[in-house]
């Protein structure tokens, strides 16, 4: 199956932090080789996780990703597929996934880390984190504008399911 972004290839902007409504509030932790950007968002972990791993909302939002393809919306591990950047159809392969955290190849090269952490007692916020190797210290702005449109996509779906909206992509 394949999935593109809703906003169709148009964001020529999409390293653009402006867009965000100015800087990040996500923070960026070196944990031994990777770099760990974060950004907190108000949902449980168990849906932040879910929506981390529907590869139907990658492109939407991942700015590196303008299109996937899977035959598994929800990734585990072994899942295979490919995704569209900067016009170029890549292989992936997740590697690893215990259904809070995964990991990918893409081309066959590791590439990011993705999870949930729970807050203890919070049960309504998580943080979502993204896991890049520090030789790729240049991908964290990347990341960061991820999470951004991660967190807005996720807490806008959150708010239209406890309005009593339905979410027909989900």
Known sequence: MNYRSHSDGESDG?????????????????EGATLAVGLDVAVPPDVAAEALRDTRSWPDWGPALDAVESDDRHVARGTRGRVR?????????????NGRRWEWRVAGVP????????????????????????????????????????????????????????????
Request: glycine share 8%; with cysteine.
């Open 14 to 30: 999409r390293f653009d932090l402006e867009r965000c409504g100015g800087e990040s509030a996500s923070t960026v932790v070196r």
């Open 85 to 97: 950047v900067g016009g170029a159809w890549l292989p992936f392969r997740v590697t690893a996934c």
């Open 111 to 170: 590439a990011t880390g993705h999870r949930v952490d729970s807050y203890a007692g919070e049960s309504d916020r998580s943080r979502v984190v993204i896991e890049v190797p520090v030789v790729a210290a240049w991908y964290v702005p990347v990341c960061r504008r991820a999470l951004d449109r991660f967190a807005a996509l996720v807490e806008s779906r959150s708010r239209e399911r406890s309005d009593g909206s339905t979410d027909t992509d989900a």
